[in-house]
């Protein structure tokens, strides 16, 4: 055969072959298509491949067959994701002067995939990730992966034993252990025995396993738990911050397609502080961090506290927190049951204690803290309180603005006796508010009063609580028992006002317990005196 080198190719900048146009464009349908109808002699041709799939080694693998009058020694499982990529890559899929279509017969050996042991289909698998993007766009993965995830599935119900040393050993047998003493580690080895064997892959293609495995259905808890694991092994295996992104994008972005019920809420935390030092994309941080949201009420105090962004100023990351709260009631607050929503307000009135002292919190974030749940998550605003006075106490140079501002958050309906009465003498909060606090108090004394149908002189005065009833807001905090008060002013007039009203809701209180006690000794009294009038005999007559 008259052979001539009259083609340079170069392969992806690794090599350079100087190749004889005419033998390739024979069994090469992309070589055919841009130098087929070239004379031969006229000048040198030159094509450059920069994505050719396997690089120099795999186009020699080309050469050879064609040069070889498309006879090839042998198609196996080491060799065969080679020989399909380049086929494809190259055109090969039809035959050009009815020569050998390699393409086919590389297709054909796949056939025998079946037939492959564990350790050959891993291996394949791993050859295909220096094959992208053809290993891909040619369905060899979706191949290899419907294979291995057949065989994983099937593990459920077989004990596998597989051997990635030995390459004759087979992927699965049935289990011969049938001491009761094992089956416990034999259920978790049949669940997980394929973990540490694919976490040896790159995240792309961990990403299309695991989408492959959920359309499968697959079991989800066992899916977090590679996931979990995966994570774990990348990150002690690889140095790079940029490698370390990217695992965790997509161990997120895979997270996010599992039930949230079969994910240990311990370790979606422990993913959120791992990525406080990694540059992770917006998108996979909101995803995770609505993982976490949304299960919230399995949260403590420990977890919450986690440090404000290298460049802030304040302690503690309150950002963070209050992206979580609204992760949280996303769907709506009457969508949240009760108990769970109890659960959380019950974690921010811890939370809120402890970031309370800090000097640099702002009065809109401390709000945003107290506000991020209805009033109904709350029985009692004790603890509010407490938080508030510990914040007006650091914060003593806000405005007296800011200051009523905070104060919003309190629900002073929900206040006990105690807190009001602390409340009217704490010079740290605004007028307006020891104002509201003791109405809240008269109100809670003449609901009481109407219940035991009794009334009291304390509250017949000329401006009651009839009166004020059906004032506005404002109105209410000029208007006291007495009559108007200017609430605005801070002078020894008002002191003696405010220390007055204390005093008297003191002995409301007083006379509330009063009567109670006496109501229950009537009670007491007349059901004892009922008994003892069905014990005595009846006189005869």
């Given amino acids: 055969m008259d052979v001539s080198c009259d083609l340079e190719v170069d392969v992806n900048g690794e090599e350079v072959f100087m190749v004889d146009k005419k033998v390739i464009c024979s069994y090469a349908g992309r070589i055919n298509k841009l130098f087929g109808k070239s004379k031969r002699g006229t000048r040198y041709l030159k094509v450059i491949f920069h994505d050719f799939p396997g690089g120099a080694e795999s186009f020699e693998l080309i050469t050879r067959f064609c040069y070889n009058k498309g006879k090839i020694h042998e198609i196996n499982p080491i060799n065969v994701s080679t020989l399909y990529c380049a086929a494809s890559y190259m055109e090969m899929e039809k035959s050009v002067s009815g020569n050998q279509n390699l393409f086919e017969l590389t297709k054909k050996s796949l056939e ?38 057949g065989r994983v599935a099937s593990s459920c119900e077989t004990s596998p034993c597989p051997s990635t040393s030995s390459a004759d050993s087979s992927g699965l047998r049935l289990s011969c252990d049938s001491k009761s003493t094992e089956s416990l580690r034999n259920s978790v080895f049949r669940a997980t025995w394929w973990f540490e064997d694919l976490a040896a892959f790159e995240p792309f293609l961990i990403e299309i396993l695991v989408k492959q495995m959920v359309s499968k259905n697959l079991d989800h808890g066992i899916l977090s738990k590679f996931l979990f694991y995966y994570q774990k092994s990348r990150f002690a295996a690889v140095k790079s911050m940029d ?28 993913l959120l502080r791992i990525t406080l030092n ?27 506290l986690l440090t404000s962004p290298v460049g802030s100023s304040y302690l503690y990351d309150v950002n963070l927190v209050l992206r979580l709260l609204k992760s949280f009631i996303s769907k709506g607050a009457c969508c949240v049951p009760l108990t769970r929503l109890r659960k959380v307000a019950s974690l921010m009135d811890l939370y809120i204690a402890e970031v309370a002292p800090d000097p640099c919190l702002k009065p809109s974030k401390f709000l945003g803290l107290v506000k991020s749940l209805p009033e109904s998550a709350r029985d009692s605003y004790d603890a509010i309180y407490h938080a508030t006075v510990m914040f007006l106490e ?20 929900k206040l006990s006796s105690e807190a009001c009465s602390h409340l009217a003498q704490n010079k740290k909060f605004p007028s307006k508010s020891a104002g509201q606090a003791l109405i809240s108090q008269q ?48 002078n020894e007039k008002l002191k003696e006002h405010l220390q007055g009203m ?6 409301l209180e007083k006379v509330c317990r009063k009567m109670q006690n006496q109501m229950a000794k009537m009670l007491k009294s007349r059901v004892s005196s009922q008994n003892n009038a069905r014990s005595l005999p009846r006189l005869c007559s």
């Fill in 394 to 413: 650091v914060h003593s140079g806000i405005s007296e603005e800011e200051k009523l501002k905070v104060c919003s958050g309190l629900n002073y309906e």
């Fill in 278 to 304: 990694l540059k992770i994309s917006k998108c996979s941080r909101n995803k995770l961090e609505s993982m976490i949201g949304s299960q919230l009420d399995q949260a403590n105090l420990d977890n919450l």
């Fill in 443 to 490: 109100v809670k004394l003449k609901s009481l009063l109407q219940e035991t149908n009794q009334s009291s002189p304390y509250l017949d005065s000329p401006c009651s609580f009839m009166e004020t009833e059906n004032m506005s807001t404002e109105d209410q905090q000029i208007v006291l028992y007495a009559g108007k008060l200017d609430l605005s002013t801070e």
């Fill in 112 to 149: 025998d995939i079946r037939y492959w042991t564990w350790s050959e289909l891993l291996d394949a698998l791993k050859l295909c990730q220096n094959l992208m993007p053809v290993a891909s766009s040619s369905g060899l993965i979706d191949k290899y992966l419907d294979s291995l995830i």
């Fill in 243 to 270: 490698e370390k992104c990217k695992t965790m994008e997509t161990v997120i972005e895979m997270l996010y397609l599992l039930d949230l019920s079969c994910m240990p809420f311990k370790t979606l935390f422990g």
């Fill in 502 to 507: 204390q005093w008297r809701v003191l002995e």
